[in-house]
């Protein structure tokens, strides 16, 4: 993949990943990264520059776009705002002689270590704390909505998936994302109220969004809600 760049008939101008491929047209992507595109093997140097010309404004557009919707990516420093239960919460990274586990008090998560400065540490342990909250919350919870739906509370693991927020296999074991406790507690309710839904019907039919409805009749907003929200949960 080749990095070039576009100048518009205004002077302006748009870098670019290019990726030669076997195919007829021109493709145009905008990823994290910026403007990709893919284009025939055999093409012309003016003619992908003419193409990239005719579809500038829509370049532009969705570059413009991706920038106002970009999410800033975790500090983890003294003072870096976190979510949890959709709450704002801060961290606070306290310089100790022994690492101290981390203690969550008046919506404010202190971790003591010899290493403040030591992002990738403070990462981790951050993470760590998420995901023991995670099990301990999303537990109850599942418990609380099996009985709802007057079955047995399945098994349960957490997920590091970067596309899913659950699933449920055929074996009825039900598997959350630990992300989704920064979310609201409507959400996490809805997910989970999916994911048991797969216990009445492994699918996604008709019948199934009636189990999902029964559970949680406000499903369709929460599902929106939760897209929204997803690219703030994923800065963890």
Same mark, same amino acid.
């Given at each position: ?6 100048? %518009? ?10 990726? $030669? ?6 493709? +145009? ?8 595109? $893919? ?12 193409? +990239? ?11 413009? $776009? @991706? ?26 990274? %306290? ?26 540490? =403070?990462? @981790?342990?951050? =993470? ?11 537990? @109850? ?45 409507? =959400? =996490? ?45 994923? @800065?963890?």
């Amino acid at each position: 993949m080749a990095n070039k760049v576009l100048t %518009l008939q205004n002077g302006e101008t748009i870098p670019y990943f290019l990726e $030669h491929r076997a195919r007829r047209t021109v493709g +145009l992507k905008i990823t994290e990264n910026g403007l990709v595109v $893919h284009a025939p093997k055999r093409i012309f140097a003016f003619q992908l520059n003419q193409i +990239l010309q005719d579809k500038s404004g829509w370049i532009l557009s969705k570059l413009q $776009h @991706r920038a106002a919707n970009q999410i800033e990516k975790m500090a983890w420093v003294d003072g870096e705002h976190l979510l949890y239960l959709g709450q704002d919460i801060q961290l606070r990274v %306290l310089e100790n002689s022994r690492n101290k586990a981390p203690n969550f008090d008046a919506n404010v998560l202190t971790l003591s270590t010899p290493e403040p400065n030591n992002h990738g540490l =403070i990462s @981790r342990k951050v =993470i760590q704390w998420y995901k023991k909250q995670a099990g301990l919350d999303f537990s @109850r919870r599942l418990e609380v909505l099996a009985a709802k739906l007057g079955v047995n509370a399945p098994p349960l693991s957490l997920s590091n998936a970067k596309s899913r927020w659950g699933s449920c296999n055929s074996r009825g074991e039900v598997r959350l994302n630990w992300r989704l406790l920064q979310a609201p507690p409507h =959400i =996490i309710n809805y997910v989970i109220c999916h994911e048991l839904a797969h216990l009445k019907e492994m699918n996604h039919s008709a019948k199934f969004w009636a189990v999902v409805e029964q559970l949680f009749p406000t499903y369709k907003i929460a599902e929106k809600e939760l897209k929204s929200l997803s690219p703030h949960l994923h @800065r963890l």
